[in-house]
């Protein structure tokens, strides 16, 4: 699946789809964002600026602004993006597929996080996004990835698939995008923005 073909599946997705929490119900939706940001909050700098790249409807973006962080959304579904505006009006918001984040940007960000979105994505698809992710965010700044390894690595074959990558492949990408392990207790890996090897 191409990244556009990706992207046009959740353009026109159920909202549901966006979280399993959404089933139980639209409070424990927004919980679930609340949680997640507040977690996010233990390693994103006060008040930094921050990119919720992927962001959906705003389930994490719209806390994390409430926390205090300059957030812009950023997604490549613009009824995404119709509906975080719905909610959060005032939120800076920007379309993307992830490749062209710099350039659509215009000033490099703090950090970059993405919840649920790179495991959406084939190996090839994927690794252009991150590069893209990467020229983002300033050298120092931090990225947030949900971005999976796996001893049984496996490439999703869907819109809505997991894919997982081998530590190996995940870190020769980091080497040669300049991303740099952080260690946190984040139940994603965290990067630092680095100068390319
Ligand atoms: C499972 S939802 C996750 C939304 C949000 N991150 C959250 O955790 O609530 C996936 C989101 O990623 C967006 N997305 C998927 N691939 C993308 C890409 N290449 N560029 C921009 N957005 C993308 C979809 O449009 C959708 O809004």
Redesign the pocket.
Known sequence: MS?DT??EA??V?DPA???PARGISEDAYRES?QV?AELLATVLPAGSRVV??????G??AIPLAGLGYDVTG????QS?LNRLHETAPDMAAVL???TDLARQLGKKADAVV????LI??TYE?AEH?IAGLRAAVRVNGLLVLDWPTSDDPHEGGGW?SVTTWSRTRQDDICQRLGLKRVDTDLPWPVFRAVKAA
């Not at 950023?74 to 579904?77: L, N, Q, T, W």
């Open positions: 990244i990706v992207i959740w353009n997705a789809a966006i979280h964002g997640q919720d790249f992927g962001c959906g409807d389930r994490v950023a997604d490549g579904s995404m993307t597929d992830g993405s919840l649920a979105v959406h994505h698809s996004i809505i």
